[in-house]
T-cell receptor
């Protein structure tokens, strides 16, 4: 049972336009959400996060929106740049004992076309 | 954040053998995590390794197959034992520095079992 879902395996956008990556979750215990970017042959790089008490968090070109009632979050990248081409993973966090564990979605391959 | 290194970066191993992967962090951290990313799949948590206690394994992963050591607050090893081609994956370690809710990942170890 996938608790974190990214239903779009790939997305292509033109340079300068907005990229919107989507993520859905099912576990109501998740209270912190993260986006990671992964280039081939590298580990995932933390991009931006949001707490469940907020509905928006912005960092430069990256904005994450959270809709708790819909159990949905999205990552907006504007303007998109060719260097943004990577696999983007959505992750959700819940406390489990003394640790916080991450559950990852399956990823979306973003391609930004020059 | 934290700077994390892994050794080896890649290896090709024969079935039935074992490989030990090392993870080194540039600062002391309580929680370290080991993940697996099988080809075309998302990241799956193998175990959580706290210094001074036994690692906690996720469902589907057992200590006999993936023994973990955590001798101090900056280092951990994961051994993939009695390997089969199904163990061919990228293995990643991550850390959650201090009270951070984010995890930071190493570059990964790409393992191919023939």
């Amino acid at each position: 049972d996938q608790q974190v879902k990214q239903n779009s395996p790939s997305l292509s956008v033109q340079e300068g336009r907005i990229s919107i990556l989507n993520c859905d979750y099912t576990n109501s215990m998740f209270d912190y959400f993260l986006w990671y970017k992964k280039y081939p042959a590298e580990g995932p790089t933390f991009l931006i996060s949001i707490s469940s008490i907020k509905d928006k968090n912005e960092d430069g070109r990256f904005t994450v929106f959270l809709n708790k009632s819909a159990k949905h979050l999205s990552l907006h990248i504007v303007p998109s740049q060719p260097g943004d081409s990577a696999v983007y993973f959505c992750a959700a966090s819940a406390r489990s004992g003394s640790a916080r564990q991450l559950t990852f979605g399956s990823g979306t391959q973003l391609t930004v076309l020059p | 954040s934290a700077v994390i290194s892994q050794k080896p970066s890649r290896d090709i191993c024969q079935r039935g053998t074992s490989l030990t992967i090392q993870c080194q962090v540039d600062s002391q951290v309580t929680m370290m995590f080991w993940y697996r990313q099988q080809p075309g799949q998302s990241l799956t948590l193998i175990a959580t390794a706290n210094q001074g206690s036994e690692a906690t394994y996720e469902s589907g992963f057992v200590i006999d197959k993936f023994p973990i050591s955590r001798p101090n607050l900056t280092f951990s090893t994961l051994t993939v034992s009695n390997m089969s081609p199904e163990d061919s994956s990228i293995y990643l370690c991550s850390v959650a520095p201090g009270t951070s809710l984010e995890q930071y990942f190493g570059p990964g170890t790409r393992l191919t079992v023939t």
